[in-house]
């Protein structure tokens, strides 16, 4: 009797792993076609067509997990607020108004419904953990700071790259440059970090996670002047910045990582432009 009842309960079991497996494989393609968005939006530029893959995504994630959906309504919010501007860097100070306003919306918009419409803490903003760096963390700025020191230059000169940036003829230029460099990255962890991959995290673990965050993040820097070959840098260094969160839950962290590489852009930028400014690299084509 037993031997004969054993079947029929593979045959209940089966059905239901089955149904799980799919539900995580519809909830995996509803978060890719949501981040994935960020490729049409941000560095094809394609516009209206990129909403159509938001769409879909969180239409997909309403039938099968109306939690996911939730959070991916957010992240789509925050990437089409950014999708209203331009990215292409301007000095301007009407370029420097669009993107205070639209950047700033685009966290806050889903900091806000995390916290007063969806009722969770998904989107947070660790500054003072309590703990002190480790000497890991430490060694890994300086290895930053080098890593940018060598390639940033030979990468914006024999790529041409720089010239997606201003010309810094105007007098105020260069200054202007080292605001919005500083402040732009800073947004880039509060956005794609805090925001894309803090709530992504919520339904997924770790490295899809991670790569569908570095889709959007890698999308909007290519638009914003890194393109040619950066995404061969900008890939791992998005990457490693989810990692360093997931790790030590520390925003200061990875904005001081991010702040010190792009001190390295600032300077590179400016000597590209000037080459007797800043004229401190040995791999400059």
Known sequence: MLGAMTPT????VT???DLRAGRDWARLAAAALVCGAAILLFAVHMRPEGYIPLVLGVVLAIVVDRSLAKDLSAIALGQIIISMISLEADLSNAGIARFTVALSLAVLVPWALA????????????VRTGRSWTRAQWIY???????GYLLLPFYFL???????????????DIARLFVGVNA????????????VFALLRRHFSLWPANILQTLVFVSFLWELGYREWAPLFTVPFALVQGWLFARWTSLSYVIAVHLLFDAVVFAALVHARHPHLFDIFVTTP
Request: glycine share 14%; hydrophobic share 50%.
């Open 141 to 147: 700025l300086g290895v930053v700071v080098l890593v």
């Open 184 to 195: 732009v990255g800073i947004w880039d962890e509060l956005f794609f970090i805090c925001v």
């Open 115 to 126: 916290r007063w419409v969806f009722g969770h803490g998904g989107v947070k903003f660790p």
């Open 9 to 12: 309960a593979d045959a209940q």
């Open 15 to 17: 059905p239901s792993l």
């Open 158 to 172: 024999s790529s041409g790259a720089y010239l997606n940036w201003p010309d810094l003829s105007g007098d105020t």
